[in-house]
T-cell receptor, first 113, second 112 residues
Framework: AQSVAQPEDQVNVAEGNPLTVKCTYSVSGNPYLFWYVQYPNRGLQFLLK????DNLVKGSYGFEAEFNKSQTSFHLKKPSALVSDSALYFCAVRGDSNYQLIWGAGTKLIIKP | KAGVTQTPRYLIKTRGQQVTLSCSPISGHRSVSWYQQTPGQGLQFLFE???????NKGNFPGRFSGRQFSNSRSEMNVSTLELGDSALYLC???????????FGPGTRLTVT
C-alpha cells in the first residue's frame, strides 16, 4: 500500500538557522513527490516536486528538497529560515501506476526570531 | 491566469440540511480533486474528477457526492449534514492527473 510519513508533528528552528522537514514514503513503481505549504486560514500552495532527474530539487521561496531513493525519503530543506516560513507543510506522493495522491499528516514549522 | 476559485467561502448550516460547494479550476486544467481538512484528521481525500468522470474516491460515506461539468467546473454535495462534517473543504485542480495540484482557498463549512 502507498503511504507517506512525516515523523515530526512540529519542528522548531531559530531564524537564520537551516531547517529540515522530513518525509518518507512507500509507493509501488517510481514516485512522484510533492511539497506543499499552508499558511493559516489559506489553501495549500505548491512548493516543489520531484518526478525524475536531479535528486536535488529547487522550489519556491528558497526551499529545496532532496530525493533519496535508497532511504525512500524526500526531505524539505532551506539554508536559512525566516519567521515568515512558519506554516504547515505537507508532503505528498503518487506512484506511476496510480494517480491518487497520498498525503502526509503535515508538519507545523515554527521559526522563532 | 486566475487561480482556483471556490464558492462560497464560508457557510453555516444546520444538522440534517444539505449543502453544495462549487469549484472553478484554473483555465485549461481538467482534473479536479476535493479534500476535507479538519484539525484532528488532517487532509482527507474525497474524490477526483477528470474529464467529467470520477477517477478516485476516498473513504467517505455516500452522503458525500460530486460531479464535474464539461467546462471542468466541479461541485460537491453533502446531504444530511452531521456536526462532524464541519471542516475546511478544499478543491484542487491540475492540468492532468500526474502533475502538481493547485488549491483554492477553501470553503469553511460549519454545521450547527
Amino acid at each position: 500500500a502507498q503511504s507517506v510519513a512525516q515523523p515530526e508533528d512540529q519542528v522548531n528552528v531559530a531564524e537564520g538557522n537551516p531547517l529540515t522537514v522530513k518525509c518518507t514514503y512507500s509507493v509501488s513503481g517510481n514516485p512522484y513527490l510533492f511539497w506543499y505549504v499552508q499558511y493559516p486560514n489559506r489553501g495549500l500552495q505548491f512548493l516543489l516536486k520531484y518526478i525524475t532527474g536531479d535528486n536535488l530539487v529547487k522550489g519556491s521561496y528558497g526551499f529545496e528538497a532532496e530525493f533519496n531513493k535508497s532511504q525512500t525519503s524526500f526531505h524539505l530543506k532551506k539554508p536559512s529560515a525566516l519567521v515568515s516560513d512558519s506554516a504547515l507543510y505537507f508532503c505528498a506522493v503518487r506512484g506511476d501506476s496510480n494517480y491518487q495522491l497520498i498525503w502526509g499528516a503535515g508538519t507545523k514549522l515554527i521559526i522563532k526570531p | 491566469k486566475a487561480g482556483v476559485t471556490q464558492t462560497p467561502r464560508y457557510l453555516i448550516k444546520t444538522r440534517g440540511q444539505q449543502v453544495t460547494l462549487s469549484c472553478s479550476p484554473i483555465s485549461g486544467h481538467r482534473s479536479v480533486s476535493w479534500y476535507q481538512q479538519t484539525p484532528g484528521q488532517g487532509l482527507q481525500f474525497l474524490f477526483e474528477y477528470f474529464s467529467e468522470t470520477q477517477r478516485n474516491k476516498g473513504n467517505f460515506p455516500g452522503r458525500f457526492s460530486g460531479r464535474q461539468f464539461s467546462n471542468s467546473r466541479s461541485e460537491m454535495n453533502v446531504s444530511t449534514l452531521e456536526l462532524g462534517d464541519s471542516a475546511l473543504y478544499l478543491c484542487a485542480s491540475s492540468f492532468n492527473r500526474a502533475v502538481e495540484q493547485y488549491f483554492g482557498p477553501g470553503t469553511r463549512l460549519t454545521v450547527t
